[in-house]
């Protein structure tokens, strides 16, 4: 027996053995920078959308609470739930023609340039003591990125006398040579390029990690769950960077359209299960929790949900049709991965400790549990694991033999 319980203890600290290292503040800041922003560049359009400088400079004061706050917040709330993985006139400010704003164009670059603040979430299991360190990391991202927004904003309308057509994309470069010289147009446009690489990796990791997480909740084959020697998730990585090739065809204010149509129903879905959870489940284990009960939660969600329905509403009829497509294939894949989960086609659960063959299974059936550190955890895997608990003790045992 003591052989036995040895045994089971070597399985449990080999499975812990092989840690990660965890991100701490400054470089979850970062992330999260790079995820919604990545500095000025490509703020350009709100400029010339709006007509001039005064509905941009307005938007990025005004947007942030109406928008970029509450996703804050309710992404702290969810994600540590769920912890798995020049010289200024001032008065050049205050143009704008309203008889060139195209309010189409401009709202989808404020929300384009103000969004995905949701997307460090998929790395909170990557994140050391996330329950104090994501709520620290988000408000910090919000001031940085208003910063980086407003700074260069204020400087290029307020010096130069140029007008509102001529903010386009790449257009600071121009700003800093007209102001500085050909030196600081270098300057800007290697800031552009290094802005574009931390744009490209931030993106990458969190839409690999998503596949990850996925994959160890057994939604996806446990393929996806696969990392290198360096703790990334290859596989992932690999599928998330063909997705980005597919998009490639397009326009950037295509994409820029198309990812704000389907980001703004992805973002719904999560402020209504924001909501339902504070309803169903008010005592569920919440590290950080937005300071409102649930009345003052759905209050909180009910701006930017209108701004979601706004930008939906302002999207070309192309822009529906590619979308519901993308959604219509959406659901015809859940039930082929069911499907196959049922059939055995992949492997799943990839989540699951393996076990030495000698180890038996009645003596020693926890060893088979899932690892489960909080309720929602719990919830979670109760509602993924229902073919789970249909089988019988010799497939388990054969899944994990698989899995070793």
């Given at each position: 027996?003591?052989?036995?319980?040895?045994?089971?203890?070597?399985?449990?600290?080999?499975?812990?053995?092989?840690?990660?290292?965890?991100?701490?503040?400054?470089?979850?800041?970062?992330?999260i920078?790079?995820?919604?922003?990545?500095?000025?560049?490509?703020?350009?359009d709100?400029?010339?959308?709006?007509?001039?400088?005064?509905?941009?400079?307005?938007?990025?004061?005004?947007?942030?609470?109406?928008?970029?706050?509450?996703?804050?917040?309710?992404?702290?709330?969810?994600?540590?739930?769920?912890?798995?993985?020049?010289?200024?006139?001032?008065?050049?400010?205050?143009?704008?023609?309203?008889?060139?704003?195209d309010?189409r164009g401009?709202?989808?670059?404020?929300?384009?340039?103000?969004?995905?603040?949701?997307?460090?979430?998929?790395?909170?299991?990557?994140?050391?003591?996330?329950?104090?360190?994501?709520?620290?990391?988000l408000?910090?991202?919000?001031?940085?990125?208003?910063?980086s927004?407003?700074?260069?904003?204020?400087?290029?309308?307020?010096?130069?006398?140029?007008?509102?057509?001529?903010?386009?994309?790449?257009?600071?470069?121009?700003?800093?040579?007209?102001?500085?010289?050909?030196?600081?147009?270098?300057?800007?446009?290697a800031?552009?390029?290094?802005?574009?690489?931390?744009?490209?990796?931030?993106?990458?990791?969190s839409?690999?990690?998503?596949?990850?997480?996925?994959?160890?909740?057994?939604?996806?084959?446990?393929?996806?769950?696969?990392?290198?020697?360096?703790?990334?998730?290859?596989?992932?990585?690999?599928?998330?960077?063909?997705?980005?090739?597919?998009?490639?065809?397009m326009?950037?204010?295509?994409?820029?359209?198309?990812?704000?149509?389907?980001?703004?129903?992805?973002?719904?879905?999560?402020?209504?299960?924001f909501?339902?959870?504070?309803?169903?489940?008010?005592?569920?284990?919440?590290?950080?929790?937005?300071?409102?009960?649930?009345?003052?939660?759905?209050?909180?969600?009910?701006?930017?949900?209108?701004?979601?329905?706004?930008?939906?509403?302002?999207?070309?009829?192309?822009?529906?049709?590619v979308?519901?497509?993308?959604?219509i294939?959406?659901?015809?894949?859940?039930?082929?991965?069911?499907?196959?989960?049922?059939?055995?086609?992949?492997?799943?659960?990839?989540s699951?400790?393996?076990?030495?063959?000698?180890?038996?299974?009645?003596d020693?059936?926890?060893?088979?549990?899932?690892?489960?550190?909080?309720?929602?955890?719990?919830?979670?895997?109760?509602?993924?694991?229902?073919?789970?608990?249909?089988?019988?003790?010799?497939?388990?045992?054969?899944?994990?033999?698989?899995?070793?």
């Amino acid at each position: 027996m003591g052989e036995e319980e040895g045994m089971v203890s070597d399985v449990k600290s080999s499975a812990s053995e092989k840690t990660n290292p965890k991100l701490t503040l400054l470089p979850l800041i970062a992330l999260i920078f790079y995820e919604v922003s990545g500095g000025p560049f490509g703020v350009e359009d709100s400029v010339r959308a709006g007509g001039g400088p005064l509905l941009s400079l307005l938007g990025f004061l005004v947007f942030p609470f109406i928008w970029s706050i509450p996703e804050a917040l309710v992404t702290a709330e969810l994600a540590t739930c769920f912890p798995e993985n020049g010289g200024i006139r001032p008065m050049r400010w205050l143009v704008v023609d309203f008889k060139k704003v195209d309010w189409r164009g401009y709202f989808n670059s404020m929300f384009w340039n103000l969004n995905y603040w949701d997307k460090a979430s998929t790395l909170a299991g990557e994140v050391e003591n996330p329950s104090k360190t994501f709520p620290k990391a988000l408000f910090g991202a919000v001031v940085v990125v208003v910063s980086s927004y407003l700074i260069p904003i204020l400087a290029g309308t307020g010096a130069l006398r140029s007008g509102s057509g001529e903010w386009t994309d790449g257009y600071f470069a121009e700003v800093g040579m007209l102001i500085g010289g050909f030196w600081l147009k270098w300057w800007i446009q290697a800031a552009a390029a290094m802005s574009n690489m931390g744009l490209f990796e931030a993106e990458m990791s969190s839409d690999a990690f998503q596949l990850l997480g996925m994959s160890e909740m057994g939604m996806l084959p446990s393929i996806f769950a696969s990392r290198s020697k360096h703790g990334t998730p290859t596989i992932s990585i690999l599928c998330s960077a063909t997705g980005v090739i597919f998009l490639s065809w397009m326009s950037f204010q295509e994409i820029l359209e198309f990812l704000n149509f389907l980001y703004a129903i992805g973002m719904l879905l999560e402020f209504a299960a924001f909501v339902v959870l504070r309803i169903k489940k008010p005592d569920l284990d919440r590290p950080y929790k937005v300071p409102f009960q649930t009345f003052g939660a759905t209050m909180l969600c009910l701006p930017p949900a209108l701004l979601l329905v706004l930008v939906m509403s302002l999207a070309t009829m192309r822009t529906f049709f590619v979308s519901g497509a993308v959604i219509i294939l959406g659901f015809l894949l859940y039930p082929l991965l069911v499907h196959a989960k049922e059939r055995k086609w992949a492997l799943f659960d990839a989540s699951k400790p393996a076990m030495p063959p000698n180890i038996s299974l009645e003596d020693h059936s926890v060893a088979l549990q899932p690892r489960v550190t909080d309720e929602a955890s719990v919830s979670l895997l109760s509602e993924l694991s229902s073919l789970k608990t249909e089988q019988e003790p010799s497939q388990i045992m054969e899944g994990v033999l698989k899995v070793d």
